[in-house]
């Protein structure tokens, strides 16, 4: 089945220890990208990755990092979490030659910061 | 589910009339506009999309509208079906060498059967 899967789905975690939040699709697509999702304000990009070892910030990079080190895997690092990057987070990925932007999602990710 | 929809604009249908969910973009080079339906607790999902070259674009039950001048997009969804009900998201991007997608703040459509 196709799909973009994302590890952990909820995660409940303290300021500043360190996490990653695994994405991984399986469709072959060039490009990925994370999104945070927060109530009243939609979804806002954070970082894009339209090849392997390429990737750019999107619109709320500040406290990010990603990696993409092989093609199917985009990995969103929190360094030092914050509570203000409480938040849902999704994973997406796409075909830029047959519709960049018909961009598959995964099931999102949960992240409380206390 | 998860609330996303804190203060979105609603619409609110009965089972097989015609919904019309509007969205105002902001960005003079954005020419791919795109559709999203969000269901409760899942990702996004992927409707239609549209170039700034195109008035109207057709899909299946789906009609996008672009009106550039005033910066407007629409997507009219033909009998409306109580599946339809979600969260419906435009978001803009430009070209398609960058990734960059902005997204609106989202509608809640609620369909009653």
């Known amino acids: 089945e196709a799909q973009v899967t994302q590890n952990p789905r909820y995660l409940i975690t303290v300021t500043g220890k360190k996490l990653t939040v695994t994405c991984s699709q399986n469709m072959n697509h060039e490009y990925m990208s994370w999104y945070r999702q927060d109530p009243g304000l939609g979804l806002r990009q954070i970082y894009y990755s339209m090849n392997v070892e390429v990737t750019d910030k999107g619109d709320v990079p500040e406290g990010y990092k990603v990696s993409r080190k092989e093609k199917r895997n985009f990995p969103l690092i929190l360094e030092s979490p914050s509570p203000n990057q409480t938040s849902l987070y999704f994973c997406?990925?796409?075909?830029?030659?047959?519709?960049?932007?018909?961009?598959?999602f995964g099931p999102g990710t949960r992240l409380t910061v206390t | 589910g998860e609330s996303v929809g804190l203060h979105l604009p609603t619409l609110s249908v009965q089972e097989g009339d015609n919904s019309i969910i509007n969205c105002a973009y902001s960005?003079?080079?954005?020419?791919?506009f795109i559709w999203y339906k969000q269901e409760s607790g899942k990702g996004p999902q992927f409707i239609i999309d549209?170039?700034?070259?195109?008035d109207k674009r057709q899909g299946q039950r789906v009609t996008v509208l672009l009106n550039k001048t005033v910066k407007h997009l629409s997507l009219q969804i033909a009998a409306t079906q109580p599946g339809d009900s979600a969260v419906y998201f435009c978001a803009e991007g430009v070209g398609t060498s960058y990734g960059k997608l902005t997204f609106g703040q989202g509608t809640i459509l609620t369909v009653h059967p």
């Open positions: 960005n003079s080079a954005s020419d791919y």
């Open positions: 549209i170039r700034s070259n195109m």
């Open positions: 997406a990925s796409s075909h830029p030659s047959y519709g960049l932007y018909e961009q598959y």
